[in-house]
């Protein structure tokens, strides 16, 4: 099958990859770029665990096919680490445990860092619907929720810190 060349900008970096037209975005960003925690739950886009950021929005990855993706800036959780320090956000799930078995966690993670910024102090409720798209088969969603709430306060507090 022919390949077709596509760029992508992968958490800030630059990327020319020929693919063939129907590999999914979710393989080439796993297994071709190596962005690990992209990963594949059910491949019908039910479960979240492949859940990247298309230009700033939420997308299922294993929805999607690479050439769709060609000249979009994708953000894996890889990217939310670029200091060397965890992101507010993955502090949080680890503070107040809501990684669990953790093949959920990007997914989860990266829905809640889109939640807060558009919403920087959400109710549980709309913590809820933000995540509903985003399943965890380990034991429940009270952690997770709270984890959210913590990453609400601790950006919140980054803020202050960084304001004049």
């Given amino acids: ?7 992508l900008s992968v958490n800030g970096k630059p ?15 796993r297994r071709d770029l190596g962005f690990t925690g992209v990963h594949l739950g059910c491949e019908h886009g039910v479960c979240g665990a492949c859940t990247v950021l298309l ?4 997308v299922r990855s294993c ?17 939310l680490n670029t200091s060397g320090e965890l992101h507010p956000v993955q502090r949080a799930f680890i503070e107040e ?13 990266l829905s809640a860092y889109r939640l807060l910024q558009e919403h920087p ?21 009270v952690d997770i929720v709270r984890s959210v709430q913590r990453a609400a306060v601790l950006l919140t507090q980054r803020e202050a810190y960084r304001a004049p």
């Avoid at 230009?55 to 939420?58: C, F, H, K, P, T």
Wanted: proline share 4%; charged share 20%; glycine share 10%.
């Fill in 55 to 58: 230009d700033g929005e939420v």
């Fill in 15 to 29: 990327y020319q990859l020929a693919v063939e037209p129907r590999r999914l975005l979710a393989d080439v960003l």
């Fill in 63 to 79: 929805l999607m096919f690479a050439v769709q993706a060609d000249g979009y800036e994708i953000l894996t959780v890889e990217g």
């Fill in 121 to 141: 102090n959400p109710s549980e409720y709309e913590i809820r619907r933000a995540l509903a798209g985003n399943l965890c088969r380990c034991t429940g969603y």
């Fill in 97 to 109: 445990f809501g990684f669990q078995c953790g093949f959920c966690t990007p997914g989860m993670i």
């Fill in 1 to 7: 099958m022919d390949r077709i060349s596509i760029a």
